[in-house]
Structures are given as C-alpha cells and as structure tokens.
RNA sequence: UGGGGUAUAGCCAAGUUGGUAAGGCAGCGGGUUUUGAUCCCGUCAUUCCCAGGUUCGAGUCCUGGUACCCCAGCCA
C-alpha cells in the first residue's frame, strides 16, 4: 500500500501558521482524549489519525490522556480496549499514559485560585432551581442568590465539599461568568459536583469530580498541549475553554480547533447505540464483526493501514458529512489485494469426480500465495480424484457469459488442469448431487488446442480436494441495519428496529486447502474468486471459523 | 425562538492577494488477465445552495435569502 503523505486540511494550515508565527516555541503537541466508558470506533481513528498523524509528521507529541471525570460511567476493562485499539493502529503515544485524574489535586488548587479571584463560586442550589434558573435560548439566565458568597465563605464551603460534609447534589462548584450570555455555556457553568462513587483510579480519596468544561482546558494546559482538536458540538465550549486558560495561571496556553466527527451510514458510531446493542446481546460483544468499533473492524478482518488509510483520505473539515459504508470496505480490499495470501475456499461444495482420474492418485499442484507477488511464494495443493467446486459454479446450460463449468463444456481447475462436465447424478429429490467430469492431462500450464467435439473453455475456477480439504465454518456479514440513517425513526420507534435481520449468515460445511490448517485467528486470506476472510478467534483445533470481511469487487452481468 | 456552525459531482474533499473547478471512492467505455478480482488507458462539475451586485474576470468580494447541523446535563 502506498504511503499515503497526510493531506493538507485547515488544522494543518493553522499549525503552519502558527509555527511560522514561532508560536509555542516551535512545539506541537496534541492528544487523544478519549472517555474510558466505551470501545473505540471507527469515529475515534478519524481522531487518532489525526492527533498522532500530527505529532508524526511534524516531530510533536501526542498524549494518550483518558477523560476520566465520571466515575459513574467510567470502567477499567474499557481502559485496556483503548490502550490496545491505539497501539494496534500502530500509534505510540508520548510518554507514559495519562489520566484527568492524575490532576485531581492540582486541578483541585486551580479552582481554589479560581474563587481567591473571585471568578468561581460554591452553589447550594438544588439542579432544579440551577437549571431553571440559567433560562433557554431566548430568556437570559438569572443571578444564582449565593453568587456574591465571599471569597472565604466559598473557599469555606467548596472545602466542605471536599471534606464530604454534602449530599451529592447539594452543593457544586460554578464559574462566575455571565448569566445574561447568549452561549449558555458561559451562564456560569458548573465546575466541580459532588458524586460519592469510587473513581477506577483515584479510589475513593475524592467525592468531588471536576467537569469536563473545567478539567480538559486545564490538563491540556498542564500538559502543554498546543492543538487541543475536538469534533464541531464542541464549538460553543471554546468560550469558555479559553475563560479557564486565560484567568488560571498556567504557563501555556493551549487552543481548541474543532473538525466534523465522522460518520458512516448503515451503522451506529455512538457510545450509546453500540452499548445497548452489545448490552442486549443483539450482537456477540464489542468486537462483533458487524460492529464498527476498532475491535470488530479488527475480527472482521480490516487493518490497521486500511483503516489509517481511509482516515487519510477523508480529509479534514468542518462540513457535515456521512462516508458512504463502501469507501471504508474499498480501503481494505485495496489494502488486502496488495498484502493477504491467497487460498482456496469452497463455500457451497458440489462433488466433481474426475472419472479419467485413477483413484489413489494425489498429485501436488504448484501455486503462487499471491499472483501478483512473486516474493511471497508458492503453495502447494493435492488434486485428487475427487475435488469439491461451489454449486455456483456449475450450471447444467447456461450462456456464453456465464464464464464457468457447464454441462458438455469446459473449464480450468485453478492451478490444475481443463475439464469437461460428462453428466450429473441427481439424488431422490432431483437434486444434482454430483458432476462427473474428463480432464484432459495435456493442460497443467498450458492451453488446450482447439479440438473438434469439445466445449469451449469458458473460465477458471477454484476448488478443493476432497480427501485433504478441511472443513470450516465461514461467517458472511452484511451491513447491521437496513438503513442508511439507523437513528431516523419514525414516532415510537427505535433504531434497534432498523437492525437487517440477515447481517449474519452463518455457512456450515465449508471446505478449504489443506494449507490453512494452522492458521491462527486473525489472519487473513483472499479466498480466491470470493473475496477476504480472516480467522475468527472461535476457531478450535480441527475447525477453523473464518470472517468474511469483504466480498471480492464483482461487475459481471448477474443474468448471465 | 437567542447563540454557534456548514453548504463545491452519487459520497467525501482541495480550492488562502478574485485569473477561468485537484485528488479519492463510486460510475461509465476500452485493453491485459489461469481470480467475472487486480492492473492499465480513457471518461466523469461550462459550474460551486439560491438571487442580486461589484469587476475585464467571482467558488473566492458585497448585499439579501434558503437549507441543514450543534447548544437549554451537577455527561463527555
């Protein structure tokens, strides 16, 4: 795969500026901030392409900082999925992880200099009257009545917040801005609330849990982050991000940007939606290879250069916009024509003996693991007498468009030699069951010469031993909802009733070279003339499971 | 309804002192091919949300509209 040389978008063209400008000393450092209460998407690489794609290309940093203010959401196991999603992408983060909550104590002293300035103030309304009083769109919202609390009775009281001399909910925290702004996120927001859960990193030492508004100006600027990017719902908090890196005294002084978070159509790529369909076991887990988290994109089959690489040929902007599902799948099939090993699979076996075939013979075929890469050897397949081909692939008449075995006419085993189907045997049910077939020696390597009474040679196509061939379960996916926007629905509805019933078809009886026998989950094949798969990781010893990822490009007439 | 944004091909997206519409995916036509794949070649916006205006010249500037997205958590 081409290395792809990051395009230009606007966040690149501010950060030429600024360092033209000699901002930030010449430093660019990002991170990827992401909230542990979830698996990462296919949303996240947008961001993490992005963020690390940054640092990489000019000599900056990127921060892996988990956004762990809400111990209420917050869980461990999602902390390991992220770390090893990241890394699996390829990226490496600068320095060791990090978390909001490292910097509980300092952000802790940062909203005490906040009310020393007498820019913070402790609430002791209840949430209702808060939010009552901060009005809507069109009303303006109304002094809180403990606004002009003295400075020692705030340092006072949010201390005894600290100390847990509150119910949760009776006391919070808020920045004394302007109750008469017109961006509501300036009427005086809250900053610290009062939350008696343990935090997965910090315990149970705090009950105060500082807000996302407070805690991500604040840790980039204590980190030094320079380009602090963000997706567009963000653009309304900018305000108030620069209100705390302004009037806090920290060094640096980081800037927010905000993109278009990415969207695809035929799936979901909300923390909410995937939860509930993992929650309610409409798919097998997180990594369910219908699912567009990094750890499904990654059992399904995809890479981490094709997911980069679809990430690079988004673009960056601050447009809307809904990625068609095929630019991501052409992404990997370009990726995996250039770079998976070639097999045989035979997904819907019909018997094919070969009567001018003595029985005991096994002859070991020569074929390249990649047609177009020499440098990636050869494997080796048994012929025998009797070989298993797709029922799609044989047809009793058929036109001449139709470019594989049929009755009377001929075709190339793959690697092997040309035959001719003689006759079929049917079962009680009418049902061919089997293809008798000539082949004609001459042929391994070689064209056949014209010759009188013979069918044309119509095409290639692949099969397998049937002695020596292995068995398996082959998984084909299909886009999880019917839908190309699952969250539109009707009145009463949900997007659970968009779901495509038939997103999973489970194939049974498959039957592939005998070369594959040891492959391990993960690794990834392009079954010739069907497309690429992977192996799942359900794959016991003797019984391989494989995911298709994604069909093979197919432009022939389908009436053929 | 107040505020903040965005509109360039079927889907993304370049376009930066106004100078005559990149690229990717998809599509279409042809060639090669022991994968109906790949690969190769060609083709694919007289027009940039709409309407006026300025200008020799406008996707870029001005004016006025329209459509869509985000915000009324002690979520992020």
Known sequence: MSEAKAPSNFIRQIIDRDLAEGKNNGRVVTRFPPEPNGYLHIGHAKSICL?????????????????????EK???????????????????????????????DQLYDLAVALIRK????????????IAEMRGNFTTPGRNSPHRD??????????????????????????ARIDMQSPNLNMRDPVLYRIR??????????????????????????????????????????????????????????PRQYEFARLNLNFTVTSKRRLKLLVDEGHVDGWDDPRLPTLSGLRRRGYTPAAIRHFCENL????????????????????DLNHNAPRAFCVLNPLKLVIENWPED???????????????MG????????????????????????????????????????VIQAEDIVRDADGEIVEVRCSYDPDTLGKNPEPAEGQGKMRGVIHWVSADRGLPCEVRLYDRLFQTANPSKVAEGESFLDNINPESLRVLQGCVVEPGLRDAGPESRFQFEREGYFCVDRDSVDGRLVFNRTVGLRESWPREA
């Open 74 to 104: 917050e869980e461990d196991e999602y902390i390991h999925s992220i770390k090893k999603d990241v890394e699996w992408l390829g990226f490496q983060w600068a320095g060791p992880v990090r978390f909001a909550s490292d910097y509980f």
């Open 149 to 174: 609390r003295s400075v020692e009775e705030n340092l006072a009281l949010f201390a005894d917040m600290r100390d847990n001399k509150f119910d949760e909910g009776a006391a919070v925290l808020r």
């Open 378 to 417: 050869t494997r080796r397949m048994p012929l025998t007498r009797e070989v298993y081909i797709d029922r799609e692939d044989f047809r009793e008449e058929a036109n001449k468009k139709y470019k594989r075995l049929v009755l009377g006419d001929r075709v190339r085993l793959r690697y092997g030699y």
């Open 196 to 253: 008696k859960k343990a935090h997965h990193q910090t315990g149970d030492k705090w009950v105060i849990y500082p807000m996302y508004d407070f805690t991500h100006p604040l840790s980039d600027a204590l980190e030094g982050i320079t380009h602090s990017l963000c997706t567009l719902e963000f653009e309304d908090h900018r305000p108030l991000y620069d209100w705390l890196v302004e009037n806090v005294d920290l060094p640096d002084e």
């Open 118 to 129: 007498g820019l913070a103030y402790v609430d002791t309304q209840s949430p209702e009257q």
């Open 51 to 71: 963020n690390f794609g940054i640092a990489e290309s000019y000599g900056g940093a990127c921060h892996l900082r988990f956004d762990d203010t809400n111990p």
């Open 361 to 375: 013979r096994e002859e070991w075929l020569d074929a390249p693991v990649h047609p177009q890469n020499e440098d």
């Open 315 to 334: 673009g960056v902007s601050r447009a809307d916009s809904v990625i068609d599902m095929s630019i991501l799948e052409a992404s990997v099939r370009d």
